[in-house]
């Protein structure tokens, strides 16, 4: 599994469109950066908000195509045959190519945790906020849960590429998934609060939406920027239950792909 890892690792590195889509991630810190900079109130905050929106955005989207370069690309050229002539087994390279995900993953995250650091602490010029952001503990566990949140999407897409013979697919699906799942618990409240007092709305889509709950996890628990923002502190339970929810769906999605991928006839 060691070589897999590491294998993993220098491919992922390698990848042309990884680095376009870390590109991207320093252009939308940049727009943090001039939101907060042209916002007449709480520069620092509309910062930081966006800035944690543009890192998750880039986190789902290098995790999605590290996912199609380590493993379905592999499927579908074949090469895949190559790595499996190890004396290993196939779940050990599956979970092999997701820990390579997971640590690019972090390396990812503290790179963009740094430059959201500092494109936050300089918004705003002299500005003094009434209520100032933390950019200590409560932005690390934030993006500590944004950690989490996208090792779940790459779960899933891991999962998808064990079974779909289209590369492009364990991407299409991984989106709809990880903004579906971010849309999940906004949904539910709205929903649950009557919709403005709409009863055919509710009566239409919650039933539905209380069926999809039991499929999509709820991504949106993950998501702990009112701490960092507004000084809102974590309840522990709460993230608890957030990270057993993430740890369970991720461990089933592995489960299903390491079933499928010994199934797999690559020929």
């Known amino acids: 599994m060691l070589q897999f890892w590491i294998s993993g690792l220098r491919a992922g590195l ?3 469109s990884i680095h376009s889509v870390l590109l991207m991630g320093v252009a939308l810190l940049f ?3 001039l939101s907060g900079s042209f916002s007449p109130r709480q520069p620092r905050t509309v910062a930081l908000d ?3 929106s543009g890192v998750r955005i880039t986190l789902v989207l290098l995790n999605l195509f590290w996912i199609q370069e380590l493993l379905a690309k592999e499927i579908d050229r074949k090469s895949v045959l190559f790595s499996l002539t190890y004396p290993v087994s196939r779940p050990a390279y599956l979970l092999g190519r997701y820990l390579s995900v997971l640590t690019m993953s972090a390396l990812a995250t503290v790179v963009f945790g740094l430059a959201l650091l500092i494109a936050v602490a300089l918004s705003g010029g002299g500005y003094q906020q009434d209520f100032p952001v933390n950019l200590g503990l409560p932005l690390v566990a934030t993006l500590a849960g944004q950690l989490v949140d996208v090792s779940v999407v790459a779960a899933f897409a891991l999962c ?3 079974v779909s013979s289209v590369p492009v697919m364990s991407i299409a699906t991984g989106l709809a998934f990880a903004l579906g799942g971010k849309a999940l618990g906004a949904t539910m409240d709205y929903l649950g609060a009557g919709a403005d007092n709409d009863q055919q709305l509710v009566a ?3 039933p539905l939406i209380e069926g999809i709950r039991w499929v999509l996890p709820d991504l949106s628990r993950l998501d ?3 701490w960092p923002m ?3 502190p974590l309840q522990s339970d709460a993230v608890t239950a957030s990270l057993a929810m993430a740890g369970a769906y991720a461990l089933i999605m592995l489960g299903l792909a390491s079933w499928a991928i010994r199934r797999r006839e690559f020929s």
Do not use: E, Q
């Open 204 to 206: 239409t889509y919650g």
């Open 230 to 232: 507004y000084g809102a």
């Open 224 to 226: 702990w920027r009112n």
């Open 31 to 33: 727009v943090a950066y």
């Open 14 to 16: 390698r990848g042309k």
């Open 160 to 162: 998808i590429s064990t």
């Open 50 to 52: 966006m800035g944690l």
